[in-house]
């Protein structure tokens, strides 16, 4: 029998991580299901290196099961790739404010569903992650579905801070529109040097740089991206806009709003399993999510994989 290591982030969502929580323990008691259970915060690397080296578990026969929002099941990967030679298969109930890589993935947001989906999977399958080195500031990493510099970062980072004011007016469409206008009168076009499939790409004037796994992921926080692609391909999508007057801008995020995918001859795309890119000016990024600080930007991508315990709902 499959045992399990699981990782609670029981402040995910205001809380909900810890409802989940309170939900599925019972569902592994009764099921006489082997787990050990640790409760997060930020402290996810540390508890995982802590469980590889302690735990008595046959870990060909772990699962890392994440209870939590994108940002859990981001970390938990990235402490997995870096602590464990054997690939512990990560699985996911969600209890995040967004579940965009659930939804994606066809995870069911119900915990009792989701848990069942994990606890009738016969064996794990490889989807396709993304892998950084960023040689400025020495660090490095993987990322579930995205890795996003310029414009899109930025909208990102004003929803956060703001949005919370026009929810609370139950003002959120309002809040959207400013923050849209905000992010375009704010965000200056910077240089990118793209070197990709053997070939260098230049951009004088890019106002966004997003490189994807091949997840047909729609994020439901900024409403700026559609991807195509399949989770497994075994490809990165890269996308560069560029030249972006207002109304191509308000166009753009309209159709993306209405979940439309939609292609202008200032969006750039590439395919290709690995890339180098270069921007000499401090902008905005984000990973999975995850909000990173203005920075120069100097990085090698290349698609990964890694192995996930789950059945996709039809």
Known sequence: MKSFFIIVNPQANHGLGQKTWEKIEPLLQSGNYMYQAVLCNHNIDFLVRSFLKKTDYQLEQTICLVIGGNGTLHDSLNALKKHSQRQLPLALIPAGKNN???????????????????????????????????????????????????????????????????????????????????????????????????????????????????????????????????????????????????????????????NKHVRLPSLKQFTSKRAHLIINSLEFGEIDGQEESNRYYDLNFEIDYYPFWFSSQS
Not at 110 to 130: C, E, H, L, R, V
Not at 166 to 180: A, D, S, T
Not at 195 to 219: M, W
Not at 220 to 233: I, W
């Open 100 to 258: 965009s890589f659930a939804k994606n993935m066809g995870i069911s947001l119900n915990p009792s569903t989701a848990f069942k989906q994990i606890i009738t999977t016969q064996q794990a399958i490889n989807y396709d992650i993304g892998s950084y080195i960023e040689t400025t500031h020495k660090t490095e990493g993987y990322f579930l579905s995205s890795y996003n510099i310029g414009l899109e970062a930025y909208f990102a980072s004003l929803n956060a801070q703001e949005n919370l004011f026009f929810n609370k007016l139950h003002l959120g469409l309002i809040g959207y529109l400013y923050n849209l206008l905000k992010t375009y009168m704010n965000q200056e076009s910077f240089s990118v040097t793209l070197r990709i499939n053997g070939q260098y790409e230049f951009f004088k004037k890019a106002y966004l740089v997003s490189v994807h796994t091949h997840q047909p992921c729609f994020d439901p926080r900024t409403h700026l991206q559609v991807p195509l692609g399949h989770a497994n391909d075994g490809q990165l999508e890269f996308l560069v806009a560029e030249k972006m007057n207002i109304f191509k801008f308000l166009f753009l995020a309209l159709m993306a709003r209405m």
